[in-house]
């Protein structure tokens, strides 16, 4: 049967790539990636793979290769001293500092990894001649009903698609088409990335080169292994430093992924606990890399024109993706694929009496299906984002409370509204999720 749906996804990270490879597995449909970079990469540091981003990748068939450091338990310790302020959480509300409990499953262990490997394993499952490398797309026009999309490139290049999937990150331009006046913000909060080889740091005395957070006044330092203890060398450490104050200034919603020098980063960590001076100090000049952190407000509708649909960070622009924003997205592109293939079959794709679908209807209906689907998952983020940040006002003045009861306010802080009740994040089936939806249906039937 000749495929009759033509779709055409933005952006090649983990989410287009996962949608991708769900979306190639309907007969029914063509589908093409559109990636601006010349080639495969990517960039940034680490990335958490917790059992939901598990789930969507064993779905995928992505699982292989995607190795790193087992997560455990994430130490909490005021920056300045090293010591550690877990403790201070009541029993059970370890979970909201990382705690992972260990799986029954070995394969679904929570780990810290290279974002490379992610990559590479998605790659691996796309299929031959999907993804056009070289592709900045600059403009995004709605033909009509019926008519699908235009696409136009930065190189001239033209395209149109009856379907288009805005998976090109949190500056989407995608999304940017459709809600105009929906607008990013600059948050005043940036962070330093760096990978090194944990060999570098061995000489630092009674450093915990282990998954944890080291909290100062204006922001905090995040370490992580993302090798496995059983690769071998060069095994890799993960150094994020997170600045809570930057000048906010219009050109920094551009400052992403740009190299930094060793001498800003120490500008901003004089009052750490000697040894963090010691292993930033280990980390080779040109290594580091600087996001500013931007947001914006939650989106009503995350599709539009009944022919696009927005994915990952594109649909929600956070201040914060839980450390699970790669699975989010791979999660939006499985339930794409399921909703078409749902819709496809309803309007009678695969029927020998029928001689072709009402492709517009068909896509149509899928995108209501992923709105009412995904739509309050992302609302019910902004909310927990909200309610978080009123329990964390007031922790990033020394003032009169002074730095050891800020420290513990705010570890305090994350355990009081998250402990015990991330399980809808941390450990979401999207499997469950889509047999549930299709169960609801049936039961709204009768």
């Not at 007969?27 to 680490?46: C, D, I, K, S, W």
């Not at 941390?426 to 249906?441: Q, R």
Request: hydrophobic share 40%.
């Amino acid at each position: 049967m000749t495929p009759s749906i033509s779709i055409a996804i933005i952006g090649g990270g983990p989410g287009g790539l996962g949608t991708a490879i769900a979306l190639s597995t309907l007969f029914f449909v063509t589908v093409t990636l559109y990636e601006q970079a010349p080639e495969p990469r990517e960039v940034g540091a680490g990335i958490s793979i917790g059992r939901n981003a598990w789930n969507v990748l064993s779905l995928l068939g992505a699982t292989v290769g995607v190795r790193g450091g087992k997560l455990g338990f994430s130490w909490q310790r005021n920056g300045r001293t090293g010591e550690v302020v877990n403790d201070i959480l009541h029993s059970g509300d370890s979970a909201a500092l990382g705690e992972i409990k260990e799986e029954e499953d070995a394969r679904f262990a929570a780990i810290r990894a290279r974002r490379t490997r992610l990559q590479a394993a998605l790659l691996d499952k796309v299929p031959a001649g999907i993804i056009q490398f070289g592709k900045k797309l600059v403009e995004i026009q709605d033909l009509g009903e019926g008519r699908g999309v235009a696409l136009r490139f930065k190189d001239g290049t033209e395209a149109r698609a009856d379907f288009v999937v805005g998976a090109d990150g949190i500056r989407s331009i995608v999304r940017r088409t459709l809600f105009p006046d929906h607008h990013l913000h600059v948050t005043g909060n940036t962070a330093f990335r760096v990978l090194i080889p944990l060999s570098s740091i061995a000489h630092v005395k009674d450093f915990p080169a282990v998954n944890g957070w080291w909290h100062g006044l204006n922001g905090h330092i995040y370490f992580a292994p993302v090798d496995d203890e059983s690769e071998d060398e060069p095994r890799l450490f993960e150094i994020t430093v997170r600045s809570y104050n930057e000048p906010v200034t219009a050109d920094r919603t551009a400052t992403w992924a740009i190299p930094a020098t060793n001498e800003k980063i120490l500008s901003r960590t004089g009052d750490y606990d000697p040894r963090i001076q010691a292993v930033l100090r280990a980390v080779p000049e040109g290594s580091w890399r600087e996001f500013a952190m931007v947001a914006g407000p939650c989106l009503a509708e995350i599709t539009a024109w009944d022919k696009v649909a927005l994915i990952g960070d594109a649909s929600h622009p956070l201040s914060g993706a839980f450390g699970s924003g790669a699975a989010f997205a791979m999660e939006d592109g499985w339930i794409l694929a399921r909703a078409l293939e749902l819709e496809y079959s309803r309007n009678g794709g695969g029927n020998s009496t029928n001689s072709g679908i009402d492709t517009a209807t068909t896509i149509r209906n899928a995108l209501r299906i992923f709105q009412r689907i995904r739509g309050p998952y992302y609302e019910r983020m902004y909310d927990f984002l909200a309610t978080r940040e009123k329990h964390l006002q007031g922790t990033r003045k020394e003032g009169e409370a002074g730095f050891e009861s800020i420290i513990k306010a705010r570890v305090a802080g994350l355990g009081f509204v998250a402990g015990g009740k991330m399980d809808w994040i941390y450990k979401n089936d999207i499997e469950k999720v889509w047999k549930d939806y299709l169960a609801g249906e049936q039961a709204e039937r009768l």
